[in-house]
């Protein structure tokens, strides 16, 4: 029997030949709406996507006669309709790992960024300007890094922090403490205890409905004054009116956010315009390496499962 594989989103083309030498029937078809996805949809077993399509329950309705399997080449799910495919009886896979090593960097970049105000300054001086005393910025040497979300992607950012010679902690109740000690990391039981000393805070929290609005106004509150914050993570997880009311009022310094509330955000959104907001469009998984690994993993996972039944990375 051969099985067919819908890729509707940019996937590499050895991602592509790892599925086809296994036999499996390919057919690439990027950029389709929502009608034409559920259209095309139909009488394929599986569907490759990265995260500029969204599986809704109305493309999982219309292939759920033939769909076994979506494959996400990367971490984040929520632009699939996870709850419509469970009750279709699909799997879904992701590759929990593969982009861990490009968003821990990009955090840290980021971070050095807003310590360093090297956006600001550029433009300064692109403009003509020559304001060496308005960018005297701080060391990260000593400061106290808060991490939100200990996952593989925390761990990474806690790592090369420590290498900073930073002082790191984390909060995140699914994970055990000895597992932060272990790494050099002091671990908080509660945010109330995470935030009061930190310098810089930084999320890496997976978005559940508990934790969308995770900062909001009484979390900012809790932050020391003139904090900065990093979220390479999602974009729900922060109350943007509370946080552009913090940055407005001093309270919070600094801030670099990666991922926004509604993606793209609007043109006129206050925080893109911030001049103490450094932003960039959901960069934290986008190098060459992190996008191959996701691929060729999110590709085998899918042949081993169609092929053999083996399930890696289900959701």
């Known amino acids: 029997m051969s099985f067919k594989v819908l890729i509707a989103d940019k996937i590499s083309d050895e991602a592509c030949k790892i599925l086809q030498d296994a036999g499996l029937e390919v057919v690439k078809k990027i950029g389709l709406d929502e009608d034409a996805l559920a259209k095309e949809v139909v009488g394929f077993d599986a569907i490759l996507v990265r995260s500029a399509v969204k ?11 033939s769909l076994k399997v979506i494959g996400r080449a990367g971490v984040g799910v929520d632009n699939i309709d996870v709850e419509a495919a469970k009750n279709a009886n699909i799997l879904v896979m992701n590759v929990p790992q593969g982009n861990s090593v490009a968003a821990a960097e990009h955090t840290i970049g980021l971070m050095f960024a807003m310590a360093r105000m090297i956006p600001q300054a550029m433009q300064s001086l692109k403009s003509g300007e020559w304001e060496r005393s308005k960018f005297v910025g701080m060391e ?11 996952g593989a992607v925390g761990r990474l950012v806690a790592d090369r922090a420590l290498g900073l010679k930073m002082h790191v902690s984390a909060y995140d109740p699914s994970v055990p403490t000895y597992v932060m000690e272990a790494l050099g990391v002091v671990p908080a039981l509660t945010l109330d205890e995470l935030l009061p000393s930190a310098d810089i805070v930084s999320l890496h929290a997976t978005l559940t409905p508990a934790a969308k609005g995770l900062i909001n106004k009484e979390t900012i509150a809790k932050m020391k004054k003139g904090a900065m914050l990093i979220n390479t993570a999602r974009g729900a997880l922060v109350d943007e009116e509370a946080l552009l009311d913090a940055l407005n009022s001093g309270h919070i310094s600094f801030a670099a956010l990666d991922v926004f509330s509604k993606e793209p955000p609007l043109k006129d959104n206050p925080l893109i315009h911030h001049p103490r907001v450094i932003v960039t469009p959901h960069l934290g998984a986008s190098t060459r390496e992190s996008q191959t690994k996701v ?3 999110i590709a085998r996972q899918v042949r081993d499962y169609l092929l053999h039944g083996v399930i890696t990375g289900a959701v």
Request: charged content about 30%; proline content about 0%.
């Open 55 to 65: 599986v809704t329950k109305k493309v999982i309705d219309a292939g759920k006669e």
């Open 140 to 150: 990260l040497c000593g400061k106290r890094l808060a991490l939100i979300g200990f």
């Open 295 to 297: 691929a060729l993993a």
